[in-house]
């Protein structure tokens, strides 16, 4: 019997130095090899979304994901996996929104709106009123009260169709969603309609967040979003005649905030168990689709990623954490608390990698970091180059994992493809029959892939 232990130990040590005399491209290589041939990711997805759905904060479809991706976590033989309370904002849509432009008495056309995010509801009987278009707030400003008093706001402005990062077109087109209404309501406007953020024309309004600011309630007005399509229509209509008058009814109502959680699992490192790796994404999302690629992939994405880790006996020096954030989507309180319980316990978080920005093929990363460390971080792209993702650049991480920034710890985004997101992006259509399994499997070993390089080597 001593002898058959002292046999078994040997096996052991000397597997144990096979895996870590392996190179770097071995090693990924195989993490790569799994996640196409034996990934969970795809599987998962394909839960949360069909058989949970849209998960709002506040909304029973949160709740339910919060005790599923636990459990699924619990299952993974993780060292520790334990919910993080967070208050969130309770809004809900109600009964589907209708609209229509009126160009003459009796004579109606309808179109595809849906609420803003926050807003609040027309009155019970719907507002109706004529509407100007505008381009921006420059525009809105020179109007004055006396050309939008008493009147809807029709902002449309379309995403830069020259800019080929469809982000940064989305950047220089989102604040007429977010500030619409506030902006509108200076000037005596009874409601707002915003052309859709979306790169593409087609009938689907995209919803997304507003805010009014410390706007007062009674001063508050509707918002809603129009389909690309009939953005195009209303304002062909208006040049035409710019008298015709509009119509829209939506039934969303503002809750007072309720308890929801962070969902976090964790391998402790071996070496190094105070420094402190995150690969997470946000385990909410809108209501009109399922959230597949907003943000269903970056949840079983970096839940794939610890598995994976499980799967190969890849033993981490430092501790990674799994963090699926709650209220990404109108309000950021998961990553906020994420942050401030992080400081609070005095944890040194080397490392933050998010997965927001759709299941689409891997290109490689975004940094937010300094000159040296990206340097650093950059000699790894050769390694990534085989499997045609190695796009290594500074810029923006994500919503969540920002807030962990401080000036030391390096801050990451994985970059998928972007030409196809917004055509999805806060839309009926982003369900998981838009999602490609081998892209999503793609992006979950190349985020497994950097995570290892970063807890071989370090953050210098």
Sequence with gaps: MHIHKLFILIVLLAFSNTVSSQTDETVIKDIYHTSLTNGKSYEWLEYLTKQIGSRLSGSLGAERAVTWTKEELDKLGLDRVWLQPVMVPKWVRGAKEYAYIESAAGKTTSVNICAL????????????????????????AALG???????????????????????????KAGDQRRQGAFEASKYGAVGVIVRSLNSRLDDLPHTGNMSYRDLPESKRIPAAAISTNDAELLSTMLKLDDNIKFYFKQNCKQFNDVQSYNVIGQITGSQFPDEYMVVGGHLDSWDLGDGAHDDGVGVVQSMDVLRLFKE?????????????????????RGGTKYAEEAKRNNENHIFALESDSGGFTPRGFSFDCNDAQFGNIAQ????????????????????????????????AGLFPDPQRYFDYHHASNDTFDAIDKRELELGTATMASLLYLVDKYGIK
Excluded at 117 to 140: C, R
Excluded at 383 to 391: S, T
Excluded at 395 to 409: C, M, R, Y
Aim: glycine share 12%; charged share 20%; aromatic share 10%.
């Design 312 to 332: 190969l006996g890849i033993k981490p020096k430092r501790t990674i954490r799994v963090v699926l954030f709650m209220n990404e989507e109108n309000g950021s």
């Design 117 to 140: 995010g926050g807003s609040v509801p027309t009155p019970a009987l719907g507002v109706k009123a004529n509407i100007v278009e505008v381009h921006d707030f420059e525009q809105l």
């Design 380 to 411: 790894w792209e050769p390694l990534f180059k085989p499997y045609l993702i190695h796009y290594f650049e500074k810029g923006e991480s994500g919503a969540d994992v920002g807030h962990l920034k401080n000036g030391t710890t390096v801050l």
């Design 145 to 171: 009260t006396a050309g939008i008093e008493g009147k809807i706001v029709f902002y449309n402005r379309p995403m830069q169709t020259d800019l080929i990062n469809p982000f940064d077109a989305y950047g």
